[in-house]
T-cell receptor, first 111, second 108 residues
């Protein structure tokens, strides 16, 4: 069974640009969550989608948005990038809201 | 405010030298406590879920325990392949709150 797939693996952007990250969950998993990981803050919850609906949202500005498609694949978008957005963005899928299966992440660098 | 704190931040052990990692939490309405392992360049990998004080779970050289205010991850006779960052997370309502992790290095 394939795991959680995140693309791209690495991204380099400049301040002010926008970026879209993609996540394909494990087959059959309808819940997809997104996390931001930085050395100082650890994993911070961004949002969770279940059956195309945002079920939960963390404390991030509106520049961070996401969506989920009917096949459970999910995308997250960050607009007007700032230097502080440099981080590893992790996607996780699950059957419910407990045990999470993480992808390897997208490493975003904002210059 | 819900908070999860892990200690120590980093731990260096000699192969075979047993030790424990700590995860303390102050949350309202704990629904579960999770331990994950994260290797460099990879996402976290699920290890254990604990639900109530007194519960214990074991997997190979790892044993997780839970009290009302903290959890311990005991590592018995560790090997170099146990080197990783160990993350603790607490489920509160529908959200997971992660600690910042303990970076474990085991030397031969």
């Amino acid at each position: 069974k394939a795991g959680v797939t995140q693309t791209p693996r690495y991204l380099i952007k400049t301040r002010g640009q926008q970026v879209t990250l993609s996540c394909s969950p494990i087959s059959g998993h309808r819940s997809v969550s997104w996390y931001q990981q930085t050395p100082g803050q650890g994993l911070q919850f961004l949002f969770e989608y279940f059956s195309e609906t945002q079920r939960n949202k963390g404390n991030f500005p509106g520049r961070f948005s996401g969506r989920q498609f009917s096949n459970s694949r999910s995308e997250m978008n960050v607009s007007t990038l700032e230097l502080g957005d440099s981080a590893l963005y992790l996607c996780a899928s699950s059957l419910g809201s407990e045990k999470l299966f993480f992808g390897s992440g997208t490493q975003l660098s904002v210059l | 405010e819900d908070q999860v704190t892990q200690s120590p931040e980093a731990l260096r052990l000699q192969e075979g030298e047993s030790s424990s990692l700590n995860c303390s939490y102050t949350v309202s309405g704990l629904r579960g406590l999770f331990w994950y392992r994260q290797d460099p360049g990879k996402g976290p990998e699920f290890l254990f879920t604990l639900y109530s004080a007194g519960e214990e779970k074991e997997k190979e050289r790892l044993k997780a325990t839970l009290t009302k205010k903290e959890s311990f991850l005991h590592i018995t006779a560790p090997k170099p392949e146990d080197s990783a960052t160990y993350l603790c997370a607490v489920q509160v309502t529908d959200k997971l709150i992660f600690g910042t992790g303990t970076r474990l290095q085991v030397f031969p």
